[in-house]
């Protein structure tokens, strides 16, 4: 038996969720073929589009499967096909995608013995191997779909918020290539009151704007006082494109995840479109390879092809 699985991109942090929050996207994933073997062992049997490691041990996915198999206490081997149209580095989960999707197929070949946060916490064993760091915020929209809260890590809880209908996520990705693991290093380790008091405030407000509907508010609590001024540097033109896309009407603007992808959150398609296209204008001159996406949220997460 073989099941095909779509693993999709999200945008993790949304400005003042650092490592807390993320949502789902459904334009943009990888899709992943995944079957049982008969050899004891997990095998990365084949990627196509990206060269990464095809040992298991150094694979993200492989080793997402391999959190899972252990818990069960079970040595079924499977064989593992990816087929990447994310890009690593590209800050739109691409590790998380790969992780969330096999850890989710073969949960399903096993007949589903384990609950959705089991899947996130094995997955989150993926992003510890790309990045040093086991965090949620991409495999738990990756795995749930829409918006997730991680209220907490140690223990793991997962909170699910709701996706008002409006909402539309425009992704530039310059092709520059920017590790987590380095984007990482540069933030500092301490936050003053100041801030700390700026980001839970705007925070809080963004939960309650999901809930409520209000895109206005929505678009004032995405800002990040604490991250994005030391990662925004990596990033080129970057002001630049925040003072466009407000000007043309998005809700908010910020770094996805750890970069390079900026996203602008914008209200209905029209809006989104226009955005779309200003970026596609401005960045058209700057020399710059780049992609753009323009996403629905997605409510499901990986899903079964
Ligand atoms: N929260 C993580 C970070 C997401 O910003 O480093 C990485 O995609």
Same mark, same amino acid.
């Given at each position: 038996?073989e099941?095909k699985v779509?693993?999709?991109?999200?945008?993790?942090n949304?400005?003042?969720?650092?490592?807390?929050l993320?949502?789902? $996207?459904?334009? +943009?994933?990888?899709?992943? !073929?995944v079957?049982?073997?008969?050899? /004891?062992?997990?095998? #990365?049997? @084949?990627?196509?589009?990206?060269d990464?490691?095809?040992?298991?041990?150094?694979?993200v996915a492989?080793?997402?499967?391999?959190?899972?198999?252990?818990?069960?206490g079970?040595?079924q081997g499977?064989?593992?096909?990816?087929?990447?149209?994310?890009k690593?580095?590209?800050?739109i989960?691409?590790?998380?995608?790969?992780?969330?999707?096999?850890v989710?197929?073969?949960?399903k070949?096993?007949?589903?013995?384990?609950?959705?946060?089991?899947?996130?916490s094995?997955?989150m064993?993926?992003?510890?191997?790309?990045?040093?760091?086991?965090?949620?915020?991409n495999?738990a929209?990756?795995?749930?779909?829409?918006?997730?809260?991680?209220r907490?890590?140690?223990?793991?809880?997962?909170?699910?918020?709701?996706?008002?209908?409006? $909402?539309?996520? +425009?992704v530039?990705h310059? !092709?520059?290539e920017?590790?987590?693991? /380095?984007?990482?290093? #540069?933030i @500092?380790?301490?936050?003053?009151?100041q801030?700390?008091?700026s980001?839970?405030?705007?925070?809080?407000?963004?939960?309650?704007?999901?809930?409520?509907e209000?895109?206005?508010?929505?678009g004032r609590?995405?800002k990040?006082?604490?991250?994005?001024?030391?990662?925004?540097?990596?990033?080129?033109?970057f002001?630049?494109?925040?003072?466009?896309?407000s000007?043309?009407?998005?809700l908010?603007?910020?770094?996805?995840?750890?970069?390079p992808?900026?996203?602008a959150?914008?209200?209905?398609?029209a809006?989104?479109?226009?955005v779309k296209?200003?970026?596609?204008?401005?960045?058209?001159?700057?020399?710059?390879?780049?992609?753009?996406h323009l996403?629905?949220?997605?409510?499901?997460?990986v899903?079964?092809?």
């Amino acid at each position: 038996e073989e099941l095909k699985v779509f693993a999709p991109a999200t945008v993790a942090n949304l400005s003042c969720g650092f490592d807390v929050l993320g949502c789902c $996207l459904d334009s +943009v994933g990888d899709e992943m !073929l995944v079957r049982r073997n008969d050899l /004891d062992q997990i095998r #990365i049997t @084949r990627i196509t589009g990206q060269d990464l490691p095809l040992e298991a041990d150094k694979n993200v996915a492989g080793v997402a499967v391999n959190a899972l198999l252990q818990k069960l206490g079970s040595n079924q081997g499977f064989d593992i096909e990816i087929i990447k149209k994310i890009k690593p580095g590209s800050g739109i989960g691409s590790s998380a995608a790969s992780s969330a999707g096999a850890v989710f197929a073969v949960n399903k070949l096993l007949g589903e013995p384990f609950d959705k946060l089991d899947l996130i916490s094995f997955a989150m064993q993926g992003e510890l191997l790309a990045s040093g760091n086991a965090h949620a915020d991409n495999v738990a929209p990756a795995i749930l779909g829409g918006f997730s809260l991680v209220r907490s890590y140690c223990p793991l809880e997962v909170l699910s918020l709701p996706v008002p209908s409006e $909402l539309r996520m +425009v992704v530039l990705h310059p !092709l520059i290539e920017i590790k987590t693991k /380095d984007s990482r290093s #540069i933030i @500092r380790q301490n936050v003053s009151l100041q801030k700390a008091i700026s980001q839970w405030g705007n925070l809080g407000a963004l939960v309650s704007a999901l809930y409520t509907e209000d895109y206005g508010l929505l678009g004032r609590s995405l800002k990040d006082e604490i991250v994005e001024p030391v990662r925004s540097i990596l990033i080129p033109y970057f002001q630049e494109l925040r003072e466009l896309v407000s000007e043309k009407g998005a809700l908010g603007f910020g770094i996805s995840g750890s970069g390079p992808s900026v996203y602008a959150l914008c209200k209905g398609d029209a809006n989104a479109e226009l955005v779309k296209e200003e970026i596609q204008r401005f960045y058209s001159d700057k020399n710059i390879a780049f992609e753009l996406h323009l996403s629905s949220i997605n409510e499901k997460g990986v899903k079964v092809l």
